[in-house]
């Protein structure tokens, strides 16, 4: 059996190679996908579905892992995300909650997204007196 980290890394791999024949491998039939901005797909087909769809306005250019964590059942992986999508290019920061099945497929994802491109309101090193008076 792959590990769950080949798993999430084949369908990455998918994604940045317009090629959907893992889906079925990696995902659960009841899988639950809950993309960053609002879309849930119910059940494989949905997600077959919404690859397909996708990726004919668009194509993913990075899907970059950066760090995985383990716990469970469940696998978070941050990554950053590159796309073009109907002409327009885009990316940002984000991070993943995957579950898996007993049969080591992906049976619910969650996706969260950050800016990637951040700012420095108090400079770019840190200021330990700013620290000391927040309250936090």
Avoid at 11 to 33: G, H, K, M, S
Avoid at 92 to 109: H, N, P, Q, T, Y
Wanted: aromatic fraction near 16%.
């Amino acid at each position: 059996m792959e590990s769950r980290e080949e798993v999430i890394r084949r369908y990455f791999a998918a994604w940045l190679e317009n090629d959907p024949a893992c889906l079925a491998e990696v995902f659960a039939p009841e899988i639950v996908y809950s993309e960053c901005y609002g879309p849930e797909y119910r059940g494989l087909g949905q997600v077959q579905a919404w690859f397909s769809d996708w990726n004919q306005k668009g194509r993913v250019l990075e899907w970059r892992i950066k760090k995985f964590l383990h716990q469970g059942n469940d696998t978070v992986v941050e990554w950053y995300f590159c796309c073009e999508f109907e002409g327009e290019k885009g990316g940002f920061d984000g991070v993943s909650w995957v579950e898996f099945d007993e049969a080591g497929k992906i049976c619910r994802l969650k996706e969260f997204q950050s800016k990637a491109e951040h700012v420095f309101p108090y400079g770019e090193t840190a200021q330990p007196e700013l620290l000391r008076g927040s309250s936090f």
